[in-house]
T-cell receptor, first 110, second 116 residues
């Protein structure tokens, strides 16, 4: 079983601060996805990164895929209360199995 | 476009009872997943279907869990008999892309199971 470790598990910050969430594995993935999940709902896709070293930006969110395609990071600039939620990374392997990390629970206080 | 539908949203049962969850994926999506998400953790894959065939069920506790996807559309996940540690949210997801690809998974709202 391929494992994805996310850190930190919990993060509580003030509005306007920056933060980075990490997703690490010893396995290589064909692509990596980041999802955001709110209470009582299913995860919703934020981005998919495919190429080693790839960087994608989504407004204040910046996603990076490691050169070796084993790790990824999510950086949020000037966090807002609306960014509060559970952030999940998920790796897709050659067999199309999607494995999720344990998640990072983010709380942004106004 | 309608999303992934799941029912029931909530279910409370006593241990050793049985329960069944239903999932209707997005029309045309060939791949269907069932995930178990225990409170405070990330989703754990239980079973993956491609049309009506099982692709991976290596993490499904087959002594008590079963799943089927007859006709390659709707799917049901059954637990019999339930244990306390089965308390979790059961998420169904579907995906359009076949073969290798980066297709997005679309999730339902989940079925929250509480075993007393």
């Amino acid at each position: 079983t391929q494992l994805l470790e996310q850190s930190p598990q919990f993060l509580s910050i003030q509005e306007g601060e920056n933060l980075t969430v990490y997703c690490n594995s010893s396995s290589v993935f064909s692509s990596l996805q980041w999802y955001r999940q709110e209470p009582g709902e299913g995860p919703v896709l934020l981005v998919t990164v495919v190429t080693g070293g790839e960087v994608k930006k989504l407004k204040r969110l910046t996603f990076q895929f490691g050169d070796a395609r084993k790790d990824s990071s999510l950086h949020i600039t000037a966090a807002q209360p609306g960014d509060t939620g559970l952030y999940l990374c998920a790796g897709l392997n050659a067999g199309n199995m999607l494995t999720f990390g344990g998640g990072t629970r983010l709380m942004v206080k106004p | 476009e309608a999303g992934v539908a799941q029912s029931p949203r909530y279910k409370i049962i006593e241990k050793r009872q049985s329960v069944a969850f239903w999932c209707n994926p997005i029309s045309g999506h060939a791949t269907l997943y069932w995930y178990q998400q225990i409170l405070g953790q990330g989703p754990k894959l239980l079973i993956q279907f491609q049309n009506n065939g099982v692709v991976d069920d290596s993490q499904l506790p087959k002594d008590r869990f079963s799943a089927e996807r007859l006709k390659g559309v709707d799917s049901t996940l059954k637990i019999q008999p339930a244990k306390l540690e089965d308390s979790a949210v059961y998420l169904c997801a579907s995906r359009l892309t076949r073969g290798t690809g980066t297709g997005e998974l679309f999730f339902g709202e989940g079925s929250r199971l509480t075993v007393l």
